[in-house]
Structures are given as C-alpha cells and as structure tokens.
C-alpha cells in the first residue's frame, strides 16, 4: 500500500529525491515518517509530517539538509535530499502512523513501504 522509490546511486554533495505513494486506501488523515536503515544498523527515524503539512520534525543528523513534504490531493509523501553524506547509504522506508500527529517512535506507524536503496559515494 504504501510504494516508496527515487532512490539510486549519488555523489556525496548531491541530491535525491525520494517519493512515497500510497495505494489502496488514503492517508490523508495520518502523520508520514521516513526511517532508514544502513548496513548493520537498526533502523533509524529520518523525519515526520503531520496530516497537513503543517508540523514536520527531523533527525539531528539530517536537519538543515533534508525537506519532508506532503501532497495530500496525491496520497503521496516526498524527502528533498540535499547535501548529501556518505554515512546517508541506508535504505529508506516510508510509514503512515496511527494518528494525525507522530514523532521519532517507529512503533507510532503500523503500514510500511518496502524501501528504496540510498547509496552515497565519496
């Protein structure tokens, strides 16, 4: 239900950006988040928005660089990924939450994308 894709191979200073789109019901009503996972890790929270767009909240490591953003009328999630880093190699889930508002808890979201692979090289 939930798709995620833009993902691919980039130079570290470069950009991506990475779309989530939901099908078979809307997520109109729910927060999104986009978690990633690097090779050996656990998975990590990336950034949060709210049902309208109106409150979006980030990592530490990715603020000032990365955008969450949200088209509604599309049922479709975006991460605007700038600036980016070798140690941003992970792959990128997508998540719809159980309420309106969520934060950094992945156990807030109970649908998941299948994820899009991020490879940043130096």
């Known amino acids: 239900q939930l798709q995620a894709s833009g993902g691919g191979l980039v130079q570290a200073g470069g950009s991506l950006r990475l779309s989530c789109a939901a099908s078979?019901?809307?997520?109109?009503?729910?927060?999104m988040g986009w978690f990633r996972q690097a090779p050996g890790k656990e998975r990590d929270f990336v950034a949060t928005?709210?049902?309208?767009?109106?409150?979006?909240s980030y990592a530490d490591s990715v603020k000032g660089r990365f955008t969450i953003s949200r088209d509604n009328a599309k049922n479709t999630v975006y991460l605007q990924m700038d600036s980016l880093k070798p140690e941003d190699t992970a792959v990128y889930y997508c998540?719809?939450?159980?309420?309106?508002?969520?934060?950094?808890?992945?156990?807030?979201?109970?649908?998941w994308g299948q994820g899009t692979l991020v490879t940043v090289s130096s």
């Open positions: 078979g019901r809307m997520f109109s009503n729910n927060a």
């Open positions: 998540a719809a939450a159980r309420r309106s508002y969520s934060g950094a808890d992945q156990y807030e979201y109970n649908y």
């Open positions: 928005i709210s049902w309208r767009g109106g409150s979006t």
